[in-house]
């Protein structure tokens, strides 16, 4: 049998909500991942170091170990420098969603007025405090991560010693944009590294393949292959797996979000042994996040081994991506 073993996988973008579905859906990504990082827009969003702690303490009260690490974040307001310098040691970074552009971001940045979040931004600069960015305009649904490209060249430019991730590229115009600032840095998620509009909505509605923001054209998925599969030293994977009860997907009004944290290893494994790059995986769900963000997961060693795997229909009724569907590779063991 055919394995493949990966070291402290690590999921750099991750939503875990609360309450029930919190209880439901962590130890998923507790059983196979050694951490991730944790968005921060619950309802309300979190916003303050008691936020910060009890969100952390709910989080490890629904895991059933010890050697999972949830990295925490801010949601982003204008903080002053002193109100970042009290939660510095508590968080891992800070998360800016535009207002309104995906789940629970209302209450987001409206203007991206480079003197209104200066003082915020040159504090995070100096505390080394990374800005993750859910980097999406206001503009026609498949145009909205390119136009965002001017946002962020504005950023990079005006504060360049801060770190700048690009939350979970979707574009080829993103792609493009990671050599030309030293700061900017990016997530992507597994999901789109599979899937184009054409699987969203090119036949069937696909409730469980829709997302903000949206998977794209062929080239952009193009694109974001060629980076993920040679593990580029400026992306990691991020999985963006967005759990809602299969009652708010299945519906008019369908909620955003692709749910992938319990199968997103052994989707990764698949792409990466189709392009012959199973020896890079290592780095994109690891080796560079552990660089760009300077943390030391606890050590953890998953096992994966080529068989067939049938996806459950559900997971404490949050359909995952492919349910139902078989799939090439498993996971064999965790230690």
């Known amino acids: 049998m055919k394995t ?22 962590a130890p998923l990504s507790a059983y196979s991942f050694s951490g991730a990082i944790i968005m921060p827009n619950l309802v309300p969003p979190v916003t303050t170091l008691d936020d910060v702690k009890k969100y952390k303490k709910r989080i490890m009260a629904t895991v059933p170990n010890d050697y999972f690490e949830p990295y925490m974040t801010l949601f982003y307001k204008n903080y002053d420098k002193a109100f970042l310098e009290s939660v510095v040691d508590n968080i891992t970074a800070i998360k800016l969603y535009p207002d309104g552009a995906t789940t629970n971001s209302d209450g987001g940045v409206s203007s991206f007025d480079i003197e209104e979040m200066r003082e915020t ?6 505390l080394d405090i990374p800005l993750c960015v859910h980097g999406e305009t206001a503009g026609f649904v498949m145009d909205r991560e390119a136009e965002f490209m001017s946002i962020y060249e504005l950023l990079a430019k005006n504060f360049p010693n801060l770190k700048i991730i690009m ?31 054409d699987d969203v909505v090119g036949g069937m509605m696909m409730p469980h393949h829709f997302c903000k923001p949206i998977a794209k054209r062929p080239e952009d998925l193009d694109a974001l ?16 797996s967005a759990p809602h009860p299969k009652n708010k997907k299945e519906s008019c009004g369908c909620a955003a979000g692709v749910f992938t944290a319990p199968i997103a290893l052994q989707l990764l494994c698949e792409i990466f042994e189709q392009y012959d790059k199973l020896d890079n ?13 300077g943390i030391c997961p606890e050590f953890k060693e998953v096992v994966l081994e080529k068989r067939p795997f049938e996806v459950p229909a559900s997971y404490s009724d949050v359909v995952p991506l492919y349910a139902g569907k078989e799939i090439g590779w498993a996971i064999q063991s965790v230690e």
């Open 4 to 25: 493949h073993t990966l070291l402290m996988p690590l999921d750099m973008h991750l939503h875990l909500r609360d309450g029930v579905m919190l209880e439901n859906i």
């Open 121 to 126: 931004l040159e504090a995070m600069s100096e």
């Open 167 to 197: 939350e979970h590229i979707t574009t080829k115009a993103a792609v493009d944009m990671l050599d030309k600032y030293d700061n900017l840095y990016a997530t992507i998620t597994v999901h789109h590294l599979l899937l184009t509009l």
């Open 225 to 240: 292959l060629s980076v993920a599969l040679e593990a580029h030293p400026k992306v990691m994977f991020g999985s963006d």
């Open 281 to 293: 995986l290592q780095a994109f769900v690891s080796d560079n996040a552990q660089s760009i963000y």
